[in-house]
RNA sequence: GCCGGAGUGGCGGAAUGGUAUACGCGAUCGACUCAAAAUCGAUUGAGGCAACUCGUGAGGGUUCGAGUCCCUCCUCCGGCACCA
């Protein structure tokens, strides 16, 4: 026999199957169903390292199996080549990165191969092969087509080390010993924010159905979950509260309309009626010949309309907001305000050119129109099929404020009814809240300190009358990150002197505060209080001495004891007080024994009477019941509450809205009881560690609490009170009732747009060129892709531009709609777009007409099972599902969903259980483990380590490798027993390994399916022989897993075809039966002894046997049951 | 703090509510060898001479019987976190 020579055998089959194109998958073979296999595929980072071997050939076992069991399997791989990683080592490789990456994929491939992978090669893709990334920009302006790919102006994340913007997905949260840092994905480094224009993609517009779909997915729980938390969807409502400034100054609102429109649209009049309605003046002049208009005739018009003071809002819309300009320009008297909506001062039109661009001069004096104003609000929708963000933030930047985004109900503020535009011109605070239904309690508003209102007061000075104070804290915010705002926990705050905010429900007038635990760019910014129900508000209200009312009750149904309602019979309502006394000397209580009843102890209670005030009652009671003269009222406990019970004195279910008061005895100073009360109860002092336990009171646990460590905010479940008309409802129901009358209902969102440009060289190019008329204008689908040039320096600037900026034959171009000069986009795009759809490709990696034929598709599509590293679940995952859905609406694929199945895979540790790392000296090179023991030995134990099914953290075990390859070694030499005459000894556990390797291995726990073949080994050598059709079985359920020496003995049978290509073997049930069984013999569920009988054997035989067997142990025991399991166990119940 | 997942020999791990620790590693002993490695055979949860007792993070519960189901708690891992 020859030795077992792992490299020849490897290297003679791995030629073989890729000279036969063994592997290459049809789109289609009659009869058989197709199974599309997929995982990651990797960066060319030049070596594969035992996680790729983990990635690709374990789940390669899958692929095996399902091929043998009839299917057609498409199991792909490419390159996901650009990217940062590939260009940081090219840098420093002194390589361009072309160069070095198509030298890494060209190793890689190799290496790929000698895994002995059954990876379809002809399918191959890689992310920089121009005819692939076509189709990336492709896909992309069909996104910007649509408008879910837009340029914005916003504080992002910039990585000072990688030197680019990165998306909120690729910040990580790491807590170190100075508190919490946002740090790079990638590098570590930490991250800074920066103000710059980027490009977006609208995955927020999905928010929604990406948390949806996920329900009827069959993935783990753990995946959907995280993907839950990331887009963090809370449903609540949003309220608008009116503000009252100063004494309630009534303005007079100037309003110009704009082009091609008139004051009787219904926009207009729907406005001044709003406006008239809270009292103030609108003027609103007709400006003439709006089809053709002139630009003096237009402000002259105007200007003449009225008279401009400081009481005077001017608000412009559109061409509108362009004659503001020049009538401010010319007053002479300052205004109270300007509001441009959907204003501009240039002529860059986001889509046609007008007939009044020429006749207009667009020339303003910034300086002079800012003198002329007290305050300034530029109202801008990014949606604006008009106004571009870049032209917005040109007229914000002439005026010297920030652009106020708005939301239009019809593009450019067109809407019969714009509330934003309402919004912001008459002064009102929206806020979103998942509480409404504690409206009521909402005692005043908080803004962030960015919140634009806040902005305008500041900017006008006057209006608030600690401007300096306000002015001063914000500013100082300002300088702090989101994470340095969390440092410390302590709230702080400003009160905004001069303004008050109506609360819409209760009518009153309530404080508002800037304070930075509100964040900006969560909701509206702005926040309704609610200090007795949110702990956040609760303390910020303890902290500024603000009134803490409470709205919600908690609900208490005694259900136990003498005292438990007795249901059906009627409830009675009553007040009543609660009185906790302390003893005057001791830090004793002052407790009520119920002589009558029995079980019953009490702090000292009793009903309020009509018109009483509550502390009274509770001095009244004290007095009735102990006797005792001089308790003082030192604070309320808790929450009132509403305890529901039978009360035994009175005969009947009461339901009792408790107050709970805390008094302390000045002195000892006591009347006799009547006889009548000391016929009834008993007092009692009880030490403090003693009250809880003594009192049979339902809600102790919460008051003595309160009492103790002080009032906490309530949060949980319960029943209005204090609220109106709402009283008595539960809070499900006074959201809704509160949503309907107040506000509307809204979801908000934790998930921010996926920032997708990067200032890096090494990717995909945005195909955008920016035309100073035209405005960013799409590649022509003709002139794709737009090719990333060769360029002698691509080392990133820092400084915001990607290296292609300083390519002057790239970024010199012409504008595609207007012909003129114009700029390409130099950034070039993240590489989570270029991973978004490479599974697409591969169902048609050679088209050069389409992405990929919708027949084709729809021949794979969607993925079966998709496996790959946890790190992507709200990465990549969830950028790819989000693309996906967005390509599903344009009607280019055909399943919202693309992963039927998702799996994480687990992480292989080095030898000491630490993560593998060159530093640490604990990297195992699969290359050399191969050269040594094989690839089929590395697979094998690779997939042995833990199941695959789930996710851990594997230490790779050097003894464990070797272990495995014992097992191939035993494997081989078993070839010697192989006898044409069949060993029946065998079949038996032949037909139980053929039964388990197929059902454990097509569920991915490996692990258990090599145990199994394992234990056949076992059984096989304790043989020293077997069936030559029983080895070509066991052949072909090693073939999976190990497929080069299954391949090897399976040739030595003489047999032409593949092993690979075999059907997996049918296991008989009838084989699988054994002649005998061990049962255990039980004694009230305790094993006591053994029996070996034969399986067939009856209940009542196996019982005769086992009474026998043990004898002994059941003298003087009186057996009340016996229970008997077949083939398993009998248990003797005796009589306890 | 909220949400998810997991705690089983010396180690990786295995167990449709039915004999806990399959399979592998390690360890101990033996065979082969001058010797070692490799290989083969045997033993291996803890305590006890033994009969036996105890054992799946802790404590309760359901059940004839619980690693598995239910409740409370602890620890570790992952996601989110001043998110209104």
Redesign the pocket.
Known sequence: MKQYDHTKIEKKWQKAWADAEQYKTPDQVKGKDNFYLLVEFPYPSGNLHVGHWYAFAVPDMLARLHRMNGKNVMYPIGFDAFGLPAENAAIKNKLNPRTWTEQNIAHMKNQIASMGTSFDLSRMVSTIDPAYYKWTQWQFLQFFKKGLAYQKDTPVNWCPNDKTVLANEQV??R?TSSGQVATCERCGHEVVQKQMLQWNIKITDYADRLVDDLDPLDWP??IK??Q???I?R?E?AEIDFPLEIGDNKKYKYVILHGFQSSPDRPRWLWLKSELEKSGHEVVMPSLPNPDDPSEQEWVETAINATTYDENTVLVGHSLGAVTALKVVERLKKPIFRLVTVGGFANREFKDKKRPFEETWKWEFDGEKIRSKTKAITVLHDPKDHAISDAQAKKLADLLGVAVTTGTSTKSHFAGDKEPDVLMWLRPTIR?????PDTLFGATYLVL?PEHPWVALALQHKTVLKNNDEVQKYVDKANKKT?LE??E?????GVKLEGIEAINPASGEKIPLFVA?????H????A??A?PAH???DF?FAQKFDLPIPQVVAPVIHVTKGGDAVREGEPMKKRDAVMAIVKHWEKDEYLCIEWKEFDEIRTFISGGIEEGEDVVEAGKREIAEESGYKNAKFIRSVGQVQFVEFYHQAKKGNVRAKMHYLYFELENGEQEPLSAEEDAKHSIVWKKRDEVRSFLTINEIGLIWDQLEHGNRPYVGAGELINSGEFDGLSIEGAKKKMTAAFGREKK?Y?LRDWIVSRQRYWGVPIPIVHCDNCGPVAVPDDQLPVRLPDVEDYLPSGEGKSPLAKVDSFVHTTCPKCGGEAKRETDTLDTFVDSSWYFLRYTDPHNSEQFAENSKQKNWMPIDLYSGG?EH??MHVLYSRFWHKALFDLGLVADAEPYTRRMNRSIILGPDGQKMSKSRGNVIDPDAVVAQLGADTVRMYLA????YN??????W?P??V???R??L??LWKAQQYVQKEEVASLQNVLHKTIKKVGE?ATQM?F??A??QL??FL?AL??EKKIGESQWKTLLMLVAPFAPHIAEELWSELGDQTSVHAQSWPEFDPKLMVDDE????I?I?????G?IVLPTAVSKDEIEKQARLKIEV?LKGVKVA?V?V?PG??I?F?TTR
């Not at 806020?431 to 509480?435: I, P």
């Not at 410390?488 to 702080?492: D, F, Y």
């Not at 009230?1084 to 006591?1088: E, I, L, N, P």
């Open positions: 990580v949260t807590s729980n753990e979950e995280s839950r938390n990331w963090g809370s609540g806020v979103f809240t998942t509480r962030a989101d705002r969390q410390s926990k302590e709230k702080t930075d635990y509100v964040l900006s969560y909701g509206t910014g926040i309704m609610v949110d702990e956040r303390e908000t934790r946890a679940t709200t042995f380590i833990g199941p789930e996710v851990g953290s594997y230490p075990n003894d464990g070797v272990g495995v014992r097992f070694e035993r454990d726990k692990n258990t090599i145990a394992m234990v076992n050598e304790k069984k061990e049962v255990a039980q009230d569920g305790k094993t006591r053994t142990r049951r229970i399991v398993r166990l248990n119940v």
